[in-house]
């Protein structure tokens, strides 16, 4: 084995997982945390990424964005961080040799954020949001909008930086309440992956993060089970391209199909001699490039296409996306497509051995939800697929109550209703 994993819960409650990479050069040291829209209110959405922002605006010792980010760069690394539906995280790659002294700094950010000037870094937040907008403040952000329509009663419909109103309402009072609720040991995970040995840090993270606040871990609420019949959104955007984008509400990685899923994922798409690719852009040339994804929450999931086309091609690369899809539901694929996705599966976790930003996410990410697989774990239990059970999940997957398909881009009145139709006919 390439690798070796260590937990350690720290005496304030905070997990932190060590994954010793020796033959790698650099470390990752990331923070994952369960915040993001699916834990806010709609009075708080936007706020956890607000939130995000305000960390990187200094410490009480480093008291501003500049102060933080000097100190972080002359060791050697650059400060990242995301926010999402429903985790958070924050990052610094760094040489080896500069790791302590990185740990300590990287505490710093947690145990005495100074967040201090609110007003400008709302400019700064402002301006990202309206890349999300057209000139009349329309939210044109395919993402946003189809995820709106999927789950339209619950936080994971939710945008991630949330409306303007609230943006523009956010006071410090507001982040260090949020800051205070989310940001607590048991509601978070550390890990520290690459050139790294646990034996030479637990005493450094003991120090450094095991006297943040307990807290407690925030509990999620299942979206509900309501939709009935397929969706269909529609929203104008000037430009040369319409998007597109057709969704399947999905299973979570703990669901026994999950691993039929990760099968039926790379038998569509995974790279250019896969179905979706084949038939969309080499057959049909209805695109220059599509793809698929899967993306998994804990009690949820997405799995969807995405394209761009011109406008009038805007039907035919719907109604292709899903008879790439269907032809799984109406006959399993052969014994040699799944062979060859069952051993990129493999390959490309393998590969991961030497990325310590993706064995922190296996090993930390997946942490704040639930124990991670192990490799041989990962790799068997695709093994075991066959496909006759593709098809079982793709007659579970592909159904009219769990899709949406939404455009975004110029489509004439006959364009709309030829989509629409499209979807209404999914059967």
Request: charged share 25%; glycine share 6%; with cysteine.
């Amino acid at each position: 084995m390439l690798f070796s994993r260590h937990k350690d819960v720290l005496p304030n409650g905070l997990t932190a997982v060590t994954v010793e990479l020796p033959h790698l050069h650099s470390v990752s040291i990331v923070m994952y945390a369960r915040v993001g829209s699916r834990y806010e209110s709609s009075r708080d959405n936007g706020l956890s990424h607000f939130l995000e922002h305000m960390l990187f605006r200094g410490t009480k010792r480093l008291p501003d964005a500049y102060a933080l980010n000097h100190a972080i760069e002359a060791l050697g690394g650059t400060l990242y961080a995301e926010t999402g539906r429903d985790y958070s995280l924050y990052q610094i790659s760094l040489h080896p040799e500069t790791l302590l002294p990185g740990l300590e700094l990287f505490g710093e950010i947690f145990q005495q954020p100074s967040f201090s000037d609110v007003d400008v870094e709302r400019r700064i937040v402002l301006e990202e949001m309206h890349e999300d907008h057209d000139e009349d403040g329309k939210l044109v952000n395919i993402d946003d909008i189809s995820r709106l329509v999927i789950w339209p009663d619950h936080p994971l419909g939710y945008r991630i930086t949330g409306p303007y109103e609230n943006v523009e309402r956010f006071d410090a009072a507001d982040v260090r309440r949020h800051f205070a609720t989310h940001y607590g040991a048991h509601n978070m995970v550390l890990a520290v992956s690459g050139a790294v040995k646990r034996d030479e840090i637990i005493d450094v993270l003991t120090r450094t993060m095991g006297t943040l606040p307990s807290g407690a871990a925030l509990e999620v609420v299942a979206p509900p089970e309501s939709q009935t019949e397929a969706r269909f959104v529609y929203v104008l955007r000037e430009g040369s391209q319409t998007n597109v984008q057709v969704l399947f509400r999905a299973f979570p990685e703990t669901d026994p199909d999950f691993p039929a899923l990760i099968a039926l994922g790379r038998i569509i798409d995974d790279g250019m001699s896969t179905r979706l690719h084949r038939r969309i852009v080499d057959e049909l040339g209805l695109a220059y490039y599509v793809s698929a994804s899967l993306e998994p929450f804990v009690d949820a999931g997405l799995y969807e296409i995405d394209g761009a086309c011109v406008h009038n091609h805007a039907p035919a690369l719907v109604k292709e996306g899903l008879g790439v899809l269907t032809r799984l539901r109406d006959e399993p694929p052969t014994q040699a497509e799944l062979d060859k996705a069952q051993r990129r599966y493999r390959w490309d976790l393998e590969a991961s051995f030497d990325d310590p930003d993706a064995m922190a996410g296996w090993w930390g990410g997946t942490e704040l939800f639930f124990g991670p697989l192990s490799v041989d774990a990962k790799v068997e239990r695709v093994r075991q697929v066959t496909p006759e059970a593709v098809q079982r999940v793709a007659r579970r997957l592909l159904r009219p109550e769990r899709l949406t398909v939404a455009c975004v881009g110029m489509l004439t009145k006959k364009l709309e209703r030829e989509v629409r139709a499209v979807v209404d006919e999914f059967q």
